[in-house]
Antibody, heavy 120, light 106 residues
Framework: QVTLKESGPALVTPTQTLTLTCTLSGFSLRTTGMRVTWIRQPPGKALEWLGI???????VYGASLKTRVTISKDTSENQVLLRVTNVDPGDTATYFC????????????WGQGKLVTVSS | SYDLTQPPSVSVSPGQTASLACSGDKLGDRYVSWYQQKPGQSPVLVIYEDTKRPSGIPERFSGSNSGNTATLTISGTQTLDEADYYCQAWDTTTVVFGGGTKVTVL
């Protein structure tokens, strides 16, 4: 069964760095063609794409947070990491990771999401 | 940057047809996916590559894409279809989501 699960702190202080982990199960990011993406959703608002990483470790980021976001992978742990630097209350959101259907361009499996609040 | 525009809300009576539009420049030249999101839940893929339904998605969900508009159609809408719906496309190597449409069944 293919699953993804986000984990990390529920509360982050402004100006700090937010780090979230997406743990993959039932598939491996070592597989050629595999990609995982991060998406966030502020409370009551729309989905916002953050970025994507592929099996080769190449990452592409969305324009809105491009200078503050880094996506990386830990192949040995089958995990994908999201880092957002210098957070502020506007970064309060539910953060989702999702699998890109191998060889295609749609997100077929999503994690449950992780609500992160930025507050002092 | 590339933008996708969706109406904020659509209301439909049970058993009727709901048509959700997603517009963007020459959108018909790109594949569009649609995601359903119910309150407190993760999005679920309901249409991919404009017209295809994943396994487990009811046949009442269908999609089309031509010109500048993609459309998600829900035929014989049920109360359990009440949710937010997001369209999504790619702009070369980046992903774009529409602002979402809230479907109310009443």
């Amino acid at each position: 069964q293919v699953t993804l699960k986000e984990s990390g702190p529920a509360l982050v202080t402004p100006t700090q760095t937010l780090t979230l982990t997406c743990t993959l199960s039932g598939f491996s990011l070592r597989t050629t063609g595999m990609r995982v993406t991060w998406i966030r959703q502020p409370p009551g608002k729309a989905l916002e794409w953050l970025g994507i990483i592929d099996w080769d470790g190449d990452a592409v980021y969305g324009a809105s947070l491009k200078t503050r976001v880094t996506i990386s992978k830990d192949t040995s742990e089958n995990q994908v990491l999201l880092r957002v630097t210098n957070v502020d209350p506007g970064d309060t959101a539910t953060y989702f990771c999702a699998r890109v259907r191998p060889g295609r361009d749609y997100f077929d499996i999503w994690g449950q999401g992780k609500l992160v609040t930025v507050s002092s | 940057s590339y933008d996708l525009t969706q109406p904020p809300s659509v209301s439909v009576s049970p058993g009727q047809t709901a048509s959700l539009a997603c517009s963007g420049d020459k959108l018909g030249d790109r594949y569009v996916s649609w995601y359903q999101q119910k309150p407190g839940q993760s999005p679920v893929l309901v249409i991919y590559e404009d017209t295809k339904r994943p396994s487990g998605i009811p046949e009442r969900f269908s999609g089309s894409n031509s010109g500048n508009t993609a459309t998600l159609t829900i035929s014989g809408t049920q109360t359990l279809d009440e949710a937010d719906y997001y369209c999504q496309a790619w702009d070369t190597t980046t992903v774009v989501f529409g602002g979402g449409t809230k479907v109310t069944v009443l």
